[in-house]
């Protein structure tokens, strides 16, 4: 399991997170002076989250399109991009206040999946606990009084609700309609409007 900030964040849903390390950024030269320790470790590790997060959903977007899911694919390829802008926030975050970003080691993501409904649970389970994450995080720089990193916390929350909606969206369609293989070739049929 990666190391975690500080031991400030939790994670609870299993197989969807990283166990490389995060390494600890050294203590930097020419870095902002409002800018804690603390802080820099919350960012890479944010970093870090958001590459994995693209990684899972790249590795589900190449079983879909391999698996004749195309407008599936084609969409979790698109939200693995979403997460690499993700990253870049972060990296904004620590450029700015004169940090260099590290660049993290990730595992690989799980590469076979049972079909579609798996991968929309696991996609709905792994947005959960990024948000668990940030929510950790907002709150521990509220504690800390760290009001700039509590507004990139809030951004972050802010995607997560777009984040979640699409989601649930997915897992709503598979509780009403069901998993059969027509189902499935209509929801993938439909996939396309959300490209």
């Known amino acids: ?14 197989g969807t997170t990283p166990t490389a390390k995060v390494t600890k950024a050294p203590s930097i ?8 320790d603390d802080c820099v470790d919350y960012l890479n590790y944010r970093v870090q989250q958001e590459e994995y997060s693209g990684r899972i959903y790249m590795s589900m977007a190449m079983w879909l399109e391999n698996n004749g899911y195309v407008n599936a694919g084609k ?38 999946f049972s079909g579609l409904p798996e991968i929309i649970e696991m996609s709905y389970d792994h947005e959960i606990t990024v948000t668990k994450q940030i929510k950790d995080l907002a ?9 700039m990193l509590y507004e990139l916390a809030l951004s972050y929350l802010k995607e997560q609700v777009e984040e979640h909606n699409k989601m649930q969206n997915w897992v709503d369609q598979l509780n009403s309609f069901g998993t059969d293989k027509i189902a499935m070739r209509l929801l993938d049929h439909e996939m396309k409007d959300y490209l």
């Open 75 to 112: 969409l979790w390829r698109r939200y693995s991009d979403e997460e690499m802008k993700h990253a870049d926030i972060a990296r904004t975050y620590l450029l700015s206040m004169g940090v260099q970003p590290l660049t993290p080691k990730l595992d690989a993501p799980n590469q076979n």
């Open 139 to 147: 709150g521990d720089a509220m504690k800390k009084a760290d009001h």
């Open 1 to 14: 399991m990666a190391e975690q900030p500080r031991n400030l964040l939790k994670r609870e849903v299993v």
């Open 29 to 36: 030269k020419g870095k902002n002076i409002l800018l804690s």
